[in-house]
């Protein structure tokens, strides 16, 4: 049971590009080339420049105790082919006010598209109270109760074991997401499950802006062929 890592790292030519090796990469490279282990030359922090459209999903705690679950957010983005790269997990027994502030953070560490949380348990108060401190921030919440923990792990397996999902191998929290993800349903607690599935299941729902585009060119050049114009 092996997650599909990328290289984080980045290394600077002589001071000239930067580059971020993949150690395994999806099916596809951002420019459309199918690549293994090779590297993609990017400029400056690699995510901006693979136009990734980021996303945050999260799993919430009722309380903070010893023996409750953990809240756990993923941060990804999915690039104009459809990947999902992981940037970014966080993990704790927060309360509320905790529980706001974290997210915070990440918002203005990240600045998602949207920020997606489960409709339940310390969830919807921080939505509520993050609007209320923030208006402009985005965040919802979404329903959890498309079928159950199971058909949820079994529906996002396939788009982790295809290699459409993506980890950053030097992460340090990879070892402990990689656990909790892949010794399902034989772990203590299922958040990381919940997480991620909230963020893939919405980013993947989302049409990259670069599709969009090439959309609305496809349809100008076939109006100008259809009508006869050049």
């Known amino acids: 049971r092996e997650l599909c890592t990328y290289d984080e790292r980045l290394y600077h030519d002589d001071g000239g590009p930067v580059y971020a090796k993949l150690k395994r990469a999806p099916r596809t490279a ?4 199918v690549i293994e282990g ?6 400056g922090e690699w995510y901006k420049d693979m136009d990734l459209l980021v996303g945050i999903g999260g799993d919430t705690a009722m309380k903070k105790g010893q023996e409750n679950d953990y809240t756990v957010f993923y941060v990804g983005g999915l690039d104009r082919h459809g990947n999902l790269w992981m940037l970014d997990r ?9 529980l706001v502030e974290e997210i915070t953070l990440l918002y203005f560490k990240w600045k998602p598209y949207t920020i997606w949380i489960e409709d339940a348990s ?14 402009s921030m985005p965040a919802i919440t979404v329903p959890t109760d498309q079928g159950g923990k199971r058909s949820r792990a079994h529906a996002m397996s396939a788009h982790i074991h295809s290699g459409q999902i993506v980890f950053p191998s030097h992460a340090e929290w990879l070892e402990d997401s990689k656990f909790f993800l892949t010794h399902y349903p034989n772990v203590p607690h299922d958040d990381d499950i919940d997480s991620l599935f909230i963020l893939q299941e ?28 050049q």
């Open 122 to 135: 310390s969830g919807t108060p921080a939505v509520e109270s993050l609007l209320a401190l923030l208006p």
């Open 30 to 33: 951002p420019n459309g080339q």
């Open 38 to 43: 090779k590297l993609i030359r990017v400029n």
């Open 202 to 229: 919405q980013l993947f729902l989302v049409m990259h802006p670069a599709q969009i585009e090439r959309r609305n060119l496809d349809d100008a050049c076939w109006f100008e062929r259809w009508t006869g114009h």
């Open 90 to 98: 966080s993990k704790g027994k927060w309360g509320l006010t905790e």
